[in-house]
């Protein structure tokens, strides 16, 4: 197969004009093709008035050596590389003991599933319920404000990016082609197909819990075993090496391989693996504000008169600014046509975050606006970073009203260090609702002039953005988890044996693709650690 690169065309395109570029590159005729896929499409709107479909093609031909010898020059024309992906060790007939998995998030998925299609038939654990069960719980919590601590954003099968925008980009380097094994897995299990070739891909929430049962059902057709409503509680260990767990109604496991990949707010758990003497670091992480525009204007900004094109969707951005206090703000989990949710796991505290449909065709576009926080300013010890959490969240709380409503300030109300008291054009879309205040005691000083700093550096890049009926709202405290289990060569904890920690929870990832990539890689260091221990 042939893999053609930089193929640019205009918007409204013909199928027939990307043939067209096909045999024009390859110099060859409609016969000697025999199938044509497109790798990737991404958009070029650096020019609003002329916007562009940039293609990557994968072409077969009946005489694919004889052209990749003849454009071996040619940059753009190189051989498809092989990107399946390949199983790196087999579960033996006498399988003594189970491989035991802690979280149904996206890394706990992967590493049951890869674990699963090599024979280990592993037990997989989460605290949270059923993806259906869960549904109704966070949606009953944004109704109706009763939050169930177990059942809700953050806990339960799918895990934190369930309700979400389910955004697939990623920035981590993918020599082994992971992410196309998790993209293929994804299509499998319902995902729409352009996933595979778009240059940002997104799936959208309702479609992300049918897919998610349904590699729960490919999981347990393997041999492999998932336990809801199954929170561990405690870790056994004998001379440093793991060697079982125990639930929280009391079940014991045993097992000498575990992996952890419980996200970012299983505090209690961190809590736990800390005191057991598991070795943990603080690391920085990002806190701030969810800001909300109407997505007619981002969409204007970055499309001009394309905006609303079927063929575009809903724009998104990314934004960066250095503040002259030496801090970064910038824009973190954009929500093109989305909604702003509450993501609270802890009862009396106040989270913000993001999600979309499919469609993202909701009014407003949103996206959380943070600023870069490490270890020196919660100091002390390895589990600060939550208590410094926990404090914003609780004073979120309260400035909210006590109700689980989140604080708001209208972005021109914010800069002129005013309280807001009614609302403009755009209308905040949290749920359970807003309380407009003063957002300026929320978070620390230092925090709030770099966004007063950055908002209007934002502007400049989108115009309208510091417009001063855009909402805030907050806080935005859950960006990524303030502790890492840091881990060696072989993805076990530095001192404790047996212990895999995994995904976004200990530090090794920061979204749904780089949680189910670290998933694959840890699913593999545990069974070659299981054969190696045979
Ligand atoms: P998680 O998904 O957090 O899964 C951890 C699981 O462990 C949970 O199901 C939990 O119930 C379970 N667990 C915790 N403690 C225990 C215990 N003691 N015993 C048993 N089980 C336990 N990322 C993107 O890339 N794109 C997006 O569009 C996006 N949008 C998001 C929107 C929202 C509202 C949220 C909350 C997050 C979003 N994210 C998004 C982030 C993304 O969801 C996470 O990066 C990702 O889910 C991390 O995967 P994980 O498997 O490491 O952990």
Redesign the pocket.
């Known amino acids: 197969m042939i893999r053609i690169s930089n193929i640019k065309l205009p918007l409204d395109h013909s199928q027939e004009a990307l043939d067209e570029q096909v045999l024009s590159c390859l110099q060859i005729s409609p016969e000697q093709v025999v199938k044509t896929t497109v790798f990737r499409r991404g958009i070029d709107a650096r020019n609003k008035k002329a916007i562009f479909l940039m293609y990557t093609l994968d072409v077969e031909t009946r005489l694919d050596e004889e052209l990749l010898a003849k454009f071996d020059r040619d940059p753009n024309i190189r051989k498809t590389p092989d990107m399946a992906y390949k199983y790196v060790a087999r579960a033996s007939e006498d399988l003594k003991e189970r491989p035991v998995v ?7 998925i992967f590493i049951g599933l890869i674990l699963a299609e090599m024979g280990y038939k592993p037990i997989i ?4 319920k059923a993806v259906r069960e869960r549904t109704k719980d966070t949606f009953g919590f944004w109704r109706k404000k009763q939050l169930n601590t177990e059942s809700n ?4 099968e799918g ?3 369930t ?6 980009s990623t920035q981590i380097k993918d020599k082994k082609h992971y992410s196309r094994k998790v993209l293929n897995e994804f299509v499998d299990a319902g995902a729409p197909e352009e996933i595979l070739y778009v240059s940002k891909p997104h799936i959208g929430t309702f479609k992300l819990v049918s897919m998610v049962e349904k590699m729960r059902a490919k999981i347990i057709e393997l041999g492999g075993e998932i336990r809801f409503g ?3 509680d405690d870790l056994h260990l004998e001379q440093g090496q793991v060697t079982g767990l125990t639930l929280a109604d009391g079940t014991q496991i045993k097992s000498r391989h575990i992996a952890f ?6 505090r209690d ?1 961190f809590r736990m693996l800390h005191d057991k003497g598991v070795y943990i670091e603080a690391k920085p992480f990002s806190v701030g504000f969810r800001v909300e525009h109407r997505q007619s204007l981002i969409d204007k900004a970055y499309y001009g008169e394309f905006a609303g094109h079927p063929t575009l969707g809903a724009a998104d951005y990314k934004l960066v600014h250095h503040c002259s206090n030496g801090r970064s703000v910038y824009s973190f ?1 954009m929500c093109p046509g989305g909604t702003v ?1 509450a ?1 609270t796991s802890e009862e009396n505290r106040v989270v913000t ?3 979309s449909q499919y469609s993202r065709n909701e009014m407003n576009a949103n996206s959380a606006i943070v600023v870069g926080i490490d270890p020196s300013d919660y100091p002390g010890h390895p589990l600060a970073g939550i208590d410094f959490q926990r404090e914003l969240e609780s004073a979120a709380f309260k400035l909210g009203g006590e109700t689980y409503d989140a604080p708001a300030q209208l972005v021109g109300d914010f800069l002129q260090g005013k309280p807001s008291e009614s609302l403009g054009e755009v209308e905040p879309s949290y749920k359970p609702g807003i309380k407009l205040t003063d957002l300026s005691g929320v978070l620390p000083e230092y925090c709030i002039e770099a966004i007063r700093e950055a908002l209007p550096a934002f502007n400049r890049k989108i115009k309208g953005f510091a417009m001063d009926e855009a909402t805030l709202t907050g806080v935005e405290t ?1 960006t990524s988890s303030p502790i890492c289990i840091k881990r060696d060569d072989s993805l076990q904890s530095l001192n404790t044996r047996g212990l895999f920690p995994a ?3 200990a530090g090794y ?5 780089s ?1 189910a990539i670290d998933g694959i890689k840890v699913a593999e260091a545990m069974a070659l650690a299981i054969n190696e221990a045979k």
Do not use: W
């Not at 802690?102 to 706990?108: A, E, K, M, N």
């Not at 654990?125 to 949270?128: A, F």
């Open positions: 802690v979280g149904f998030g996206p890394c706990g654990l989460d605290r949270g954003v953050q806990y339960g895990g934190a990016g309700f979400s925008d389910g955004k697939l199954a929170r561990v990949a419980i996200g970012h707010s299983a758990t989990c949710v993501a975050n993001g999600m859950r995904g976004e929870g990832a920061g979204g749904i693709m949680a």
